[in-house]
């Protein structure tokens, strides 16, 4: 399926227009209303300049809850951070960023993938509505301590915005049940992307990076061990 658009020739891409200062609508969405991205989240940067109070990751920009468990997910080949998990209470969220086309979303194409790739590893997903519209209801499967194979329940949302892709992964009772899910769309409604200005292919991962407060605590941390070695 195509996910490029046809563009005239010589004529230029229109940037959307952002308007300050609306008024927020009414209402909670998904419940009294329809969901509005730019309205009720997740976020461009260039809808959201004030960004106090959400921690750095470079490509994004995530809201801090008290007790969240924090864990950067990182590909072992090439060592670089593909997507941060934060755990909320039982509930784990993984977030990824993606560039994506200026004319369409991704969601649809990725959704389609998932769906097949999880049916090829044993598994199944079944497309279920959401606030963000459509969503997956997977059962993913696994390996137990004693070689039988079972299963867990994910949830899979996809977020179409301004040439960005972001991708949610949901594990815990979130994954399966709609009344535990409003405290984690609250959570991924605060995400803010900052996808950049640089052009990229569509799919390409959105460059992570770790908040400064976890680098300086990593590097504290190998000092007083060094400290500790040198000493013994």
Known sequence: MAIFGKRQRNSEPVEPEIEDNLPAPDGEPGVDRDWDRPVDGPFDIAE???????LDLGSMRIPQRPGMELRLDVEKS?????????GLGPNKVQLQAFAAPRSSGLWAEI???LVEGLAKAGGSAEEIESMFGPALQARMPSRSNDGRVVYQPARFMGVDGPRWFLRVV?????AGRDDSLNDVLSFVRSVVVDRGDEPRPPRELLELRAPQAVVDAAAAKQAA?????GQA
């Open 78 to 86: 090439t060592q670089r951070l593909v997507g941060v998990t934060c």
């Open 170 to 174: 949901i594990n815990g009772p979130a």
């Open 225 to 229: 061990k060094q400290q500790s070695e």
């Open 111 to 113: 959704r389609a993938a």
């Open 48 to 54: 959201r300049p004030e960004l106090d109070g959400l």
